[in-house]
């Protein structure tokens, strides 16, 4: 893994173990490497989708009862 930075630069965020995981965002991919206690597993999105759920979810709206 210490290769990684030299291919994608510094990743945008870095998890610790025991769920450790190092996100890159790069101009067409996101990558992703999430490392369990049996395998790392890599997930590659589009830059649009991630910016769209990595949006905060709306808080529901509730009518005031009088």
Known sequence: MRHLPHCWGQ??????A?????????????IS???SVSAIYLDLKSPGYQAWMDEPEPEPEYEDED
């Open 11 to 16: 990743p945008r965020s870095a998890k610790p």
């Open 18 to 30: 025991p769920k450790a995981a190092l996100r890159w965002d790069l101009p067409k991919a996101v």
């Open 33 to 35: 490497l999430n490392l």
